[in-house]
């Protein structure tokens, strides 16, 4: 009851302020009259009355001070006087304050932006019920690893009732419906309720529904699905989505938090059983395919450990082997989208590590201008100390402007951060072909609680930081000191002014040497040879069956833009093709294989070294003919006459999906055999991944469009056709109704694809980089400008001494190159440690880790940025009169 | 703030409990009530200004006593402080208390090594 009064009678004050100042001093008159009277009635003299009954007051203004005390408002007013004046002060000094701000507003916003993404990928869990329990299984061979598995595994985790509470499969695939593409999920009946997935409309996926196989064809739609397709129509339920040609009907809408279990946001799911209608490919039959992952939630008092020894996996046969290989289970937290493994925080690291380098550069950009600024109010704070404020208070006024600029800082950081992110997604989603564009996922990127308390603890900490130092040194001064214009402790100050500074160049100089030699390899691989000439050939897949394959080549054969049509396994630059090992005596060597028509090697001007091509009559898979790599012969036959030599091939099962963009790389164990021959060679190409570089050991094999291995198409349009891959579609609608049916891009876009992420990689380093030394050199020019304002007398009297303009620049050059080269050595060292580190995590296959390139720009642009931050303030310097500065100061 | 009261909280309290008392027997001004403490305290307690008005803001402001303008026997303004019927409940706790504790107090200082 007391506090509420307390807190009404405080409110009250604050409003009513002037009226109770006036009352105060109402007050305080009256017993000073009081008082007088009665000592003259005491016999007092008039004055001496009057002089007694003011030192029984005492000040006036002491004791109003006094009173005002006695509340809790006058903390919220001393804050909000102190706030005002704090601001009146910093928009004298605009500069600063832009600078402050904007420094500190761009490090926060980079962490920001840093943590929001880290946040929605590694920290936020799935929303399902107890997502801590859930663990994805993996499986370990000696060779080979992976994390699909056949239906028939997940039979026998299911019944290991004693280790898991539950498991359930998902398997996702980018299909078509009606002109746009979706992220399917695969899923088992189990999944929705075993995972406590949250719907919002219907129901979930039930058991029944994937009872047997192709029997319900039902989906539930995600929200974004439901927004995007169906405009969040309240009668959804029981209308009709098609995936694949499958009509499915609509039973349920995910709530909008709940996504999926993969590490991209999913679309829709559908039970597993429409595995085979919808991809045709046979999950339950007894050859069946291994494309399942499997994740659990184990049983309460299981630890992973135990539920990954006692729990045993049919082996596989393990393709590179090609002997049956022992398998081992794996558990692995999967509570996230992307779990928190010592693989991740390695990957994470050395980014983190960038961002926060970038804050900490912004950090000591502020606390120097901050030092200087507090240095030069030496005078205003010792006339403050000497009028009667405590250094607490004094303390208080520097931190409240620290706390202003940062609060300042803070909320243009988020604003920056907050646009940045949407540009950058947009940026990031423009800069890839379109035809990959369309299957990107992105987890949400939305700020949420969790990002505003982080940067609220950053802008905390960093007001800590850079407001607390020079508070507490500015107010250990003497006031005589302070009036006489010397500061306390000059040297000290110049030394921390010089760490900060040298500490910049070092940020700045590690960051640029990393995103010198990472924009380098990025380069580098862009340009890597290929070995074959991709020129204006287009690359056609089919998603879903390839039994439109023959039809698709005969009416592209027809279309009279186009010159010349291939058919392949897979097409060059589409990742990794399958291996098999090939036993030559007692070595076994992995060699990749690839089944082209015979022209494919003029399409792409791939020339055959050795022997000959294949001829038309071996255009069948069962011609036994093969035509090897130079690496190939190489490796298998060194020294000998690679033309006429047969070996053996374990070929994989044809799968029916072709749909290779989205594919998952997996090993396979179906086997077939084939027996071939070797007919030429053929030079080296990249038909994988390019930062891979030239295949080490490829094999092409013949085929037809009939043939049971033609998967994709490659067309050479005609010359100065000038076609473009949309301008297939209406040829291509002639053999399918859904132009996503097929997939058409230019073999020379898969290249940019993908070095995409290296480019990423590059960018982000660049920008780091970039702010970095823009935050260094306005650090350097700060400082320099201030301490050459300090030394104005010095170099006043070096001049009347006769020193010549140059000779002083070069003086203050000299000294900042001594500054700026320990900050360097520093960087030189730091860089180097990075590189190592990120030479684990990144592939540096076409540039070393000292890359002399990349460590020269980093250096050369450091002391440009050095030199030209010196030269202004230094040249600014000698330009006054000696005569006014040495008389002014007298 | 902690439970142990530091010696100017000390003196803070027992100004704030002295006051209540003497504005117990008679409505008064700021000056009176300092006039009226240095004489019953016979010139122990010399209350200036700079103790005495942030105590009656406090008091003000915590509801114990409340301050009206009238006039004064010479014809002057002054703010006449009155107690509330919740400072007089306070007083009446706070002086039983002071009672108890001096008790104490002077019970332990009396104490020789016999009692305990």
Request: charged letters at 20%.
């Amino acid at each position: 009851m007391r506090g509420v009064r307390r807190l009404l009678g405080g409110v009250a004050a604050l409003f009513g302020r002037a009226r109770v100042e006036r009352e105060l001093d109402d007050e305080l008159r009256q017993f000073l009259d009081a008082a007088t009277e009665a000592k003259l009635k005491e016999g007092l003299r008039p004055e001496d009355a009057e002089r007694t009954a003011r030192l029984q007051l005492g000040s006036p203004a002491a004791v109003k001070d006094h009173v005002r005390d006695a509340g809790w408002e006058t903390v919220a007013e001393q804050f909000w006087r102190d706030v005002t004046y704090a601001w009146r002060g910093l928009w004298r000094s605009r500069a600063f304050l832009a600078t402050t701000v904007c420094t500190l507003a761009i490090g926060l916003a980079l962490v920001t932006i840093v943590f929001t993404v880290f946040d929605a990928y590694v920290l936020r869990p799935f929303a399902i019920r107890d997502p801590n329990s859930v663990y994805e299984i993996y499986w370990r061979s000696q060779e080979a690893a992976g994390h699909t598995f056949r239906w028939r595994d997940y039979q026998d985790i299911t019944v290991r009732t004693d280790l898991f509470e539950s498991a359930v499969v998902e398997d996702s695939r980018y299909l078509s419906s009606n002109g746009t593409t979706l992220a399917a999920a695969f899923v088992s009946g189990n999944y929705f309720e075993a995972l406590g997935a949250p719907v919002v409309l219907g129901r979930g996926l039930a058991e029944y529904d994937a009872s047997a196989p192709g029997t319900a064809p039902v989906a539930v739609l995600s929200d974004q699905v439901w927004a995007r397709l169906f405009d969040r129509d309240p009668g959804v339920i029981g209308r009709e989505i098609v995936l694949n040609d499958h009509r499915l009907v609509i039973v349920g809408v995910a709530r909008a938090e709940f996504q999926g279990l993969d590490d991209y946001p999913q679309d829709l799911w559908v039970p597993v059983t429409m595995y085979g209608p919808v991809l045709g490919q046979n999950l339950f039959g007894t050859n069946q395919a291994r494309e399942l992952r499997v994740l659990v939630r184990l049983r309460r008092g299981v630890t992973a450990t135990q539920a990954q020894t006692s729990l045993a996996i049919e082996p596989f046969e393990t393709r590179i082997a090609g002997h049956v290989d022992p398998v081992r289970a794996e558990l692995q937290i999967r509570g996230t989208r992307v779990p928190l493994t010592p693989d991740v925080v390695a990957l994470m690291a050395p980014v983190f590590a960038a961002f926060a380098l970038v804050l900490l550069a912004a950090c000591a950009n502020a606390s120097n201008v901050m030092l200087a600024r507090a240095n030069s109010r030496h005078r205003e704070i010792g006339i403050r100390l000497a009028l009667g404020a405590s250094r607490g208070r004094v303390v208080r006024q520097l931190l409240t402007e620290g706390f202003l600029v940062a609060a300042l800082a803070g909320a243009t950081g988020l604003g920056i951060a907050a646009i940045a992110l949407r540009a950058g997604l947009t940026l990031f989603v423009n800069a890839l072909p379109a035809a990959v564009s369309s299957l990107v996922r992105i987890v949400p990127l939305d700020f949420d609680r969790r990002v505003f308390l982080f940067s609220f603890f950053a802008v905390s900490a960093t007001t800590l930081l850079f407001a607390l130092l020079p508070a507490l040194h500015a107010t250990r001064l003497t006031l005589l000191d302070a009036i006489r214009g010397h500061a306390g402790s000059k040297i000290r100050s110049a030394a921390l002014r010089s760490i900060l500074v040298g500490g910049q160049v070092a940020i700045s100089l590690a960051l640029l040497i990393v995103a010198a030699t990472l924009v380098r390899n990025g380069v580098a691989i862009a340009n890597a040879e290929l070995g074959f000439k991709p020129g204006s050939v287009l690359s056609v897949n089919v998603r879903g069956k390839s039994s439109l394959i023959p039809k698709a080549a005969a009416a592209l054969a027809m279309d009279s833009r186009i010159e010349q049509v291939v058919v392949t396994s897979r097409n060059p630059l589409f990742g990794q093709l399958p291996k098999s090992p090939v036993r030559e005596g007692t070595r076994v060597v992995p060699v990749s294989y690839l089944f082209v028509s015979p022209e494919y090697f003029s399409m792409l001007d791939i020339p055959i070294v050795h022997g000959r091509g294949f001829s038309p009559e071996e255009a069948s898979e069962q011609s036994g003919a093969a035509i090897v790599s130079a690496a190939a012969a190489h490796a298998l036959w060194p020294g000998e006459e690679p033309v006429g030599k047969t070996f053996r091939l374990d070929l994989e099962e044809p799968t029916g999906v072709a749909d290779v963009l989205s594919r998952r790389l997996k090993d396979i164990d179906q086997n077939a055999d084939a027996y071939v021959t070797v007919v030429g060679v053929a030079k080296d190409v990249v038909s994988g991944l390019v930062y891979e570089g030239m295949d080490r050991a490829q094999v092409y094999l013949p085929t037809t469009v009939e043939g049971q291995h033609a998967r994709a198409l490659l067309i050479r349009p005609r010359a100065g056709a000038g076609l473009q891959a949309d301008a297939l579609r209406p040829t291509l609608l002639q053999v399918h109704s859904d132009p996503l049916k097929f997939e058409t891009i230019p073999l020379v876009e898969m290249v940019t694809v993908q070095t995409f992420p290296l480019r990423i990689a590059s960018w982000i380093g660049s920008l780091l980089g970039a702010i970095a030394l823009a935050l260094s050199v306005s650090g350097l020019y700060g400082v320099l400008t201030f301490t050459l304002g300090q030394r104005a007398r010095e170099i006043a009297i070096r001049m009347a001494l006769g020193a010549a303009a140059p000779a002083v620049v070069r003086l203050v050059m000299r000294q900042s190159a001594r500054l700026a080269g320990a900050g360097a050595a520093i960087g030189l060292l730091f860089a180097f440690t990075v590189m190592k580190l990120l030479s684990g995590v990144i592939r540096l296959d076409k540039v070393s880790v000292v890359d002399p390139g990349a460590f020269a720009t980093g250096v050369a642009l450091v002391a440009a940025a050095v030199a030209m931050a010196s030269y202004g303030p230094a040249r600014r310097s000698t330009r006054v009169d000696p005569a006014l500065i040495l008389k002014a100061d007298g | 703030m902690p439970n142990e009261p530091t010696p100017t909280d000390l003196v803070q309290g027992t100004l704030h409990m002295l006051i209540l008392k003497t504005l117990a027997l008679e409505p008064m001004h700021g000056y009176g009530i300092g006039v009226r403490l240095e004489q019953i305290s016979r010139g122990v307690f010399q209350v200036n200004g700079g103790s005495l008005f942030p105590a009656l803001r406090r008091l003000e402001r915590d509801g114990l006593i409340k301050g009206e303008w009238s006039a004064t026997e010479n014809n002057r303004r002054a703010k006449y402080y009155t107690l509330t019927p919740a400072g007089r409940a306070t007083l009446k706790r706070e002086t039983r208390d002071w009672e108890v504790q001096t008790a104490a107090i002077a019970r332990i200082l009396r104490a020789s090594a016999g009692e305990v």
